[in-house]
């Protein structure tokens, strides 16, 4: 039993995500070591893919883990700091880009296919409620042959 639970623990701390910052790089201040984590982990890291800056072992991460510290260390705001590595690396840097410029196109652009494809629907079903709600005449042949059942019946 007790290998069973040390396989099950090994496997867990295996299957747990490492995160690459490093002893060396944490500040002694508290309150600038969570901003500095905050602020990494809304930044991607420009290497890797669909991985922020806080879990990312590439050289370039830790060089912008440093880069962030530093910033936040010389004064700047959190702002100033997503700022000034926006500018050096690009909108690609934010895991949210910014809702203005060329970026509205991208935000407007789910809700209104949603629209679109609701008003699609919503024309799609009232069309064919109409069909099911007019139906055909009977012909002349169907009549007869509707008396015919008719007064089998009786």
């Given at each position: 039993?007790?290998?069973?639970?040390?396989?099950?623990?090994?496997?867990?701390?295996?299957?747990?995500?490492?995160l690459?910052?490093?002893?060396?790089?944490?500040?002694?201040?508290?309150?600038?070591?969570?901003?500095?984590?905050?602020?990494?982990?809304?930044?991607?890291?420009?290497?890797?893919?669909?991985?922020?800056?806080?879990?990312s072992?590439?050289?370039?991460?830790?060089?912008?883990?440093?880069?962030?510290?530093?910033?936040?260390?010389?004064?700047?705001?959190?702002?100033?700091?997503?700022?000034?590595?926006?500018?050096?690396f690009?909108?690609?840097?934010?895991?949210?880009?910014?809702a203005?410029g060329?970026?509205?196109?991208?935000?407007?652009?789910?809700?209104?296919?949603?629209?679109?494809?609701?008003?699609?629907?919503?024309?799609?079903?009232?069309?064919?409620?109409?069909?099911?709600?007019?139906?055909?005449?009977?012909?002349?042949?169907?009549?007869?042959?509707?008396?015919r059942?008719?007064?089998?019946d009786?």
């Amino acid at each position: 039993m007790n290998r069973t639970a040390f396989a099950l623990a090994m496997m867990l701390l295996a299957s747990s995500p490492a995160l690459a910052v490093q002893p060396d790089e944490v500040l002694a201040d508290p309150a600038l070591e969570s901003r500095a984590r905050q602020i990494s982990q809304s930044l991607r890291c420009p290497v890797c893919q669909g991985e922020n800056i806080d879990e990312s072992n590439a050289p370039i991460s830790r060089d912008l883990r440093l880069y962030v510290r530093e910033r936040l260390v010389g004064g700047d705001s959190d702002a100033q700091v997503i700022d000034a590595v926006t500018t050096r690396f690009g909108e690609y840097v934010l895991f949210e880009p910014r809702a203005e410029g060329g970026n509205l196109i991208l935000y407007a652009a789910g809700p209104l296919m949603a629209l679109v494809a609701a008003l699609g629907a919503w024309g799609f079903l009232r069309g064919r409620r109409r069909e099911a709600a007019a139906p055909a005449a009977l012909t002349g042949d169907e009549r007869a042959r509707l008396s015919r059942l008719m007064d089998q019946d009786s």
